[in-house]
């Protein structure tokens, strides 16, 4: 008899924005004029074209496959030599910051490895994540058996949950007690949140002390906008003994569709073995990148390495200009509708209060029904999202103007 892996019993309804998927299809089954009119501000999915650069690139890399001469099979499971050298040159060492080029991961995306760095991990060890927080870390957690089973809030046995307040401006504090794994996400999804330096310091100083590792989500850091804020957690000193960052093109460079990222994993990050011996972290994950994986395709590489071209940096900065504009209408609109808005200034995300007593579904309901509009309810990210949801920002102008006036309309 073939056993199932019961740990996936465990979770809780369905992956939220598949839920969330399935009630807007109700919704526009059911009411087919409305849905005619329906705005999709619910999921962080980019609406604009790929950068002109990057078309050429992908057009370019498709005639490469087409040629003896210049067709490219199985690539190294890291990705290319000169990607991961464009990505450590601009991304780091151009900055000032110390990163090889052999300790980035060329990788198909954020998620994929926030979830799959679990594999090197070892199984007792005790997790922090923020609450709300990206669904990915903690799902992944049970589906490996690191949790005990849901209580009715929806809050892991096992999981240490930090609480994102709005005093802290919605960036948890290291706790009182022990933890060995710790996930940030900044800038903040859901929260639209950017962690400033003494809020990293303050992380990395924990980790260092505890021996514990970060794990450092940086996915929309090309969204800040603040000089002040810290883009990578390799800016802080003692990073690179404690955390490994997780970067994606999806959200600047449209790639949610395309399909590319990078983890970083410095060779200087150490972990204990059973026996408390301290091992690097390195290998494993160059190992495991081996054995599970076979590279992002050549012709996406390409397109990825076409980011960081004169042109291709042009044409990022219009694509998050633009995005970034979006969310500033969007603010005013919500502010000019009574609402208590968070986020929106360096992540394209708005982080919304909802009027009093209305609970976060209960707001996706009314704003799906009466303006048409799909939003995120924040109670899907934690129990303490509860009486918020998530605009994103990432849509036409158009349709950003369109909600930002539909909200105001709105009678609660
Ligand atoms: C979100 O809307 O939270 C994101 O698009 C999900 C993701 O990046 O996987």
């Not at 450590?88 to 995306?109: C, K, M």
């Not at 922090?128 to 490996?144: L, Q, R």
């Not at 639209?192 to 980790?207: D, F, T």
């Not at 919500?334 to 909802?354: M, S």
Request: net charge positive; charged share 20%; hydrophobic share 40%.
């Amino acid at each position: 008899m073939a056993l199932l892996n019961d740990n996936y019993l465990k979770l809780k309804a369905g992956y939220l924005f598949p839920e969330i998927g399935r009630r807007v299809k109700a919704f526009c089954e059911a009411n087919p004029d409305a849905a005619q009119r329906l705005i999709r501000c619910g999921i962080g999915d980019v609406t604009e074209p790929l950068p002109p650069a990057v078309i050429a690139a992908l057009h370019k890399a498709v005639d490469d496959m087409g040629a003896r001469e210049t067709f490219h099979g199985y690539g190294p499971e890291q990705g290319y030599e000169w990607l991961r050298a464009a990505i450590a040159q601009n991304e780091f060492r151009g900055r000032g910051l110390d990163v090889a080029d052999d300790e980035i991961f060329v990788s198909d995306g954020t998620k994929c490895d926030t979830g799959s760095i679990l594999d090197i991990l070892g199984a007792k060890n005790k997790i922090a994540i923020s609450d709300p927080v990206y669904p990915v870390y903690v799902d992944t957690n049970v589906m490996a058996g690191h949790t005990g089973p849901a209580n009715e809030a929806g809050a892991y046995g096992k999981l240490v949950y930090l609480p994102c307040k709005p005093s802290s401006g919605f960036i948890p504090e290291p706790p009182k007690k022990h933890v060995d794994v710790i996930y940030l996400c900044s800038p903040n999804n859901p929260t639209g949140a950017a962690a400033n330096r003494p809020q990293l310091e303050a992380w990395v100083k924990y980790a260092l002390e505890h021996k514990s590792v970060i794990l450092f989500d940086a996915a929309y850091e090309a969204y800040i906008s603040d000089p002040a804020l810290p883009h990578s957690i390799y800016e802080i000193s003692g990073a690179r003994e404690c955390a490994i960052e997780f970067r994606s093109y999806s959200k600047h460079g449209g790639f949610t569709g395309v399909r590319c990222g990078f983890t970083v994993v410095p060779k200087t990050l150490l972990a204990a073995t059973k026996t408390g011996e301290m091992k690097p972290l390195h290998p494993l994950w160059n190992r495991r990148m081996c054995t599970k994986f076979n590279g992002v395709s050549y012709i996406v590489q390409r397109a990825a390495e076409a980011l960081y071209s004169p042109e291709g940096k042009q044409q990022v900065r219009a694509l998050i200009d633009h995005y970034m504009g979006n969310a500033i209408v969007l603010r005013a609109g919500a502010k000019k509708a009574g609402l208590k808005v968070f986020g929106g200034q360096n992540a394209p995300y708005l982080w919304v209060r909802t009027p009093k007593g209305v609970t976060s579904w209960q707001a996706f309901d009314k704003i799906l029904g009466d303006a048409s509009v799909v939003i995120t309810p924040g109670s899907g990210f934690g129990a303490k999202g509860e009486g918020y949801f998530r605009i994103s920002a990432f849509n036409s102008r158009a349709n950003a103007e369109e909600v930002a006036r539909r909200l105001q309309e709105l009678k609660w």
